[in-house]
């Protein structure tokens, strides 16, 4: 068995989490859950580094990063593969890959900033130049689902997107991110729909 840390307000496990679904893996996945910032939390025993999500594979091999957990999972079927092999397929997925992840990042920095500091010794500096991030990779996401650059048969970019979106909604619903935004709002609800992303909508554990 295959085991998974796993928190339902995490977009980096969310978008693990739809690969897990995706592939048809669930059924080999243990879930373990952890919340980084909980000191009696065994989290640090399973990842040095303290972070979801990590993965223990069958022989106890430690995978980090959901970037690199995503393609040791894609490795495991026989179906359509989320990390395309090669060509230009692949750089496509691997490029929309890369600018949503820095989506993720930028919301989650942004968050860690508001939660874990106090609030008079939070920089705006800071929040303002993850804002800044988020809007430019929106507005250049915007731009390539107007091209058609973005499919609605998912490879890992378009899922690591729909969990960056979705991180937006769950975070930040005063952003209105979708207002001038229409050709990635009408995508968005598109793949809203797809099992894989319904079934894995985030929530703060209770």
């Known amino acids: ?27 080999r996945i243990q879930l373990v859950p952890s919340d980084p910032w909980n000191p009696d939390d ?12 990590a993965l223990v594979a069958a022989d106890g091999t430690l995978f980090t990063g959901s970037a690199l957990i995503c393609e040791y999972l894609d490795s495991l079927h026989d179906g359509r593969k989320l990390f395309p092999e090669a060509g230009e397929e692949r750089w496509r997925a691997l490029r929309l890959h890369g600018l949503a992840d820095g989506l993720l990042e930028a919301g989650v920095s942004r968050i860690y900033e508001q939660l874990r500091r106090p609030a008079d010794k939070q920089w705006e500096t800071w929040i303002d130049r993850q804002n800044g991030k988020i809007f430019g990779a929106l507005d250049e996401l915007e731009r390539q689902v107007a091209a058609g650059d973005i499919s609605e048969e998912p490879t ?3 899922l690591t997107l729909a969990a960056g979106l979705g991180y937006l909604d769950f975070r930040f619903p005063e952003m209105a991110w979708r207002e001038g935004r ?18 894995t909508q985030p929530f703060l554990p209770s």
């Open 1 to 27: 068995m295959i085991r998974l840390t796993h928190n339902t307000a995490s977009p980096f496990v969310r978008k693990t989490m739809m690969v897990v679904i995706e592939t048809g893996l669930s059924d």
């Open 42 to 53: 065994r989290l640090q025993e399973i990842n040095p580094l303290g972070k979801v999500p």
């Open 156 to 158: 890992i970019g378009e």
């Open 182 to 199: 229409a050709a990635l709002a009408s995508w968005s609800a598109a793949i809203a729909e797809r099992p894989c992303v319904a079934q």
